[in-house]
Structures are given as C-alpha cells and as structure tokens.
C-alpha cells in the first residue's frame, strides 16, 4: 500500500470533483480530494493540479502475484493450451489443439483474455455471443524511466492522464500506450515518446535528467488488452452452455476487475448472496 494520487484532467473541474465526492459520502480515510500543493507533498514531487487521493491504493507487481496465487493451498497447474471444450455428461472436457485432453470438470471458466474468442468459435458456441464476438486485442506499452531522472520518482502512484509509479528496483513505470489495429505488440521510440509525454504532463516541475531522456532507448514492456465493446468485462454462466463461465474483457483494469470478478464467480457457485446489484450483474453479462 502506498497510496495513489488521481490527478485531474481539467483543472476547472474542481468544483464539479468535490461535489461528486459529497454525493458519494465516501469515508475520507478512503478518499479525499486534495489541491495541487497537497497532491505534491504525498506524491514527493511536482504535480500539475489537484486531484483525488486513494490511501489506500496499492502497487502490485503482477509476477510476484502470480507466482504467489499459483502456490494456494487447491491450486495446480496443467502445462498446455485449450483449443476448445466439448460436453462431457454434466460437465466439460477441455481439448489442446491436438485434441489431446488436457481436463475434465463440471464447471470449466475460461478466463483467457482474447484467446476466449477463439476456443468458443472452435466449440461453436461464439454466435450467441454477439458481445464477444466483437471483442478485440488492443496493443499497448509502457516505459522503464531511472528514477534518478526523477528525483528518486513519486513516493505514492500518480495517475491521470496516463500514469507514474513508484520505482520499486527497476525504474519508474510510466504509461501507457493503446495502438488500435497492431499486428504485433512492440517497445517503440512512438510508443516511448507517449509515455513519456504522459509522464511529464502529470508534473509541474522541471526535471533536466527527464526531459533528456530519449524515446527510444528504455527499457519497456508491450503487451496486449482483450477489450469489449463499452470496455466492461463478459462474466458470467453462458446461458447456452451451463458449467461453462466467461472471466473476460478486462481491457486496461485487469488488477481490480479480476479480483472483483473472481470473487463474483466464487460467490455465485457457492450460492452466496450476489456481490454486485442486478443492473450491474446485466451489463457485465457475457450476452
């Protein structure tokens, strides 16, 4: 935990931002608006307006996590890659591209991202899925900055308008990118030239080491987002398909709507009180 500064992207909305917060009546220790000289004392540096702060935000390094996840207690691990699922009785069988079985379960969630698309045409079970059929693989980067180009970085996230994170040993993530249409997902001087002009558009000061920095020659990372129309998420029972879920379409959110969502699935196969209201459950229906 170490907190995250929301930066406005207008500073005339101030007073549109603080009014929202009183509606919402949101505990304070959880989130309060903050001006631009606030903003900078929590984040450690210069940032351009005031904005939202979120005590409890928190930086996750999503391999740390995975590898933990991976060590819980029920959790096991099957080398091999799902090409589609089949009926079995009550429940699925999962084939590789081979047609080789990789499992068999009453229930089989396919949280797979884009490739979800792509294992339900091959089970003939996309077209009744119009949203998903529609989802796409959006290309995407982010940057690696020294922190001593930045003073050391910001002490907490900063976001906005793309996003700072706090260097954590290997440099100051900055980002990111969303290329419509790539055929790959690359580490490029454009792509660089964004994030960097993302970062320096959340500070107000002048940082000579930032501003020499040359798009280009950092380290990054690219990757790809499975985004649906309207950027929520498909999640849920396919009503075509009983025991077989969708946990898909996180596009740039995937952290928190996995967790969320996880939770969501393990509540309804349990037969526990639903974690979100009907009209919510209806937007993030895999139909």
């Not at 899925?129 to 001593?148: F, K, N």
């Not at 790959?184 to 993302?198: F, R, Y």
């Not at 946990?247 to 979100?276: F, Q, T, V």
Request: with cysteine.
């Amino acid at each position: 935990v170490c907190g995250t500064v929301q930066i406005e992207r207008d500073a005339g909305k101030s007073a549109a931002l603080a009014s929202t917060l009183e509606a919402l009546a949101f505990p304070r220790d959880w989130v309060r608006q903050v001006d631009r000289d606030e903003a900078s004392a929590l984040a450690g540096l210069p940032v351009a307006r005031g904005g939202v702060y979120f005590a409890q935000g928190m930086l996750v390094q999503p391999n740390r996590l995975i590898d933990a996840l991976l060590e819980t207690p029920g959790v096991s691990v099957l080398p091999g890659r799902a090409a589609r699922v089949e009926r079995q009785g009550q429940g699925w069988r999962v084939r590789d591209v081979q047609g080789g079985e990789l499992a068999q379960a009453d229930t089989v969630i396919l949280a797979n991202a884009f490739g979800a698309r792509a294992v339900l045409a091959e089970s003939g079970l996309l077209d009744p899925l119009p949203r998903v059929e529609q989802m796409h693989a959006l290309a995407g980067e982010v940057t690696l900055v020294p922190g001593e180009a930045l003073a050391g970085g910001p002490r907490c996230i900063v976001g906005g308008e793309g996003y700072l994170l706090p260097d954590v040993g290997v440099g100051c993530v900055v980002g990111s990118t969303y290329v419509h249409g790539a055929t790959q997902a690359l580490v490029s001087p454009e792509g660089q030239h964004t994030t960097l002009a993302k970062a320096a558009g959340l500070l107000s000061g002048h940082f000579p080491a930032f501003n020499a920095l040359v798009p280009g020659t950092l380290p990054g990372w690219a990757g790809w987002r499975a985004v649906l129309p309207g950027r929520l998420p498909a999640v849920g029972e396919l009503p075509h398909a009983p025991g077989l879920w969708l946990a898909i379409g996180y596009a740039s959110r995937g952290l928190s709507w996995s967790a969320l969502m996880g939770d969501l699935i393990g509540a309804r196969l349990a037969g526990e009180p639903a974690l979100l209201e009907t009209d919510l459950s209806k937007l993030i229906s895999p139909r």
